[in-house]
């Protein structure tokens, strides 16, 4: 089976635009999450989708938003860039709710 | 509120020596917890888990020790390799999300 494949997977965008993150999971999985890793905070956790629907979301502004398509392929969304948003965006799917969740090589973004 | 965190931010080995890191958790409805391993430029890659009914689940070099009662988590390397230098993190999963740890930085020394 392919790996979890995020693109793209080097951004630079400049303050106030916005960016759009795409992530296609392991065939046959359902869940996806998305993490923001900077070197101060960690691995932080934005939010959830399965079949569609965000099922849990991490405490981020309104301005990153995401949603899920009917073949599991999600993506994430942040408008109004802030400097502070640069950082590796990484997306892990899982078949469920349980079990290993199988991470993608992330997508570098960095804001100027 | 509840957090993962991990007791010291970097561990230094000597090659062959076995390595132990440590991660403390703090909400008891945590059922599941796993290690990752994350090397420069890679995603993190699943090490091991267990579950919350369980107290030492051991894989290939690897063993994890989970103690509730103290709500602490370890990842024991044995022999450890130049390969083994990574950051390492622990996950845990309560109320459907999966919460990371900060991290720890192994470095293996020849």
């Known amino acids: 089976k392919a790996g979890v494949t995020q693109t793209p997977r080097y951004l630079i965008k400049t303050r106030g635009q916005q960016v759009t993150l795409s992530c296609s999971p392991i065939s046959g999985h359902r869940s996806v999450s998305w993490y923001q890793q900077t070197p101060g905070q960690g691995l932080q956790f934005l939010f959830e989708y399965f079949s569609e629907t965000q099922r849990n979301k991490g405490n981020f502004p309104g301005r990153f938003s995401g949603r899920q398509f009917s073949n599991s392929r999600s993506e994430m969304n942040v408008s109004t860039l802030e400097l502070g948003d640069s950082a590796l965006y990484l997306c892990?799917?899982?078949?469920?709710?349980?079990?290993?969740?199988?991470f993608g090589q992330g997508t570098r973004l960095t804001v100027v | 509120g509840e957090s993962v965190g991990l007791h010291l931010p970097t561990l230094s080995v000597q090659e062959g020596d076995n390595s132990i890191i440590n991660c403390a958790y703090s909400?008891?409805?945590?059922?599941?917890f796993i290690w990752y391993k994350q090397e420069s430029g890679k995603g993190p890659q699943f090490i091991i888990d267990i579950r919350s009914n369980m107290d030492k689940r051991q894989g290939q070099r690897v063993t994890v020790l989970l103690n509730k009662t103290v709500k602490h988590l370890s990842l024991q390397i044995a022999a450890t390799q130049p390969g083994d230098s990574a950051v390492y993190f622990c996950a845990e999963k309560g109320n459907n999300d999966m919460r990371f740890g900060a991290g720890t930085r192994l470095t293996v020394k020849p």
């Open positions: 909400n008891s409805a945590s059922d599941y």
């Open positions: 892990a799917s899982r078949e469920g709710g349980m079990g290993e969740a199988f």
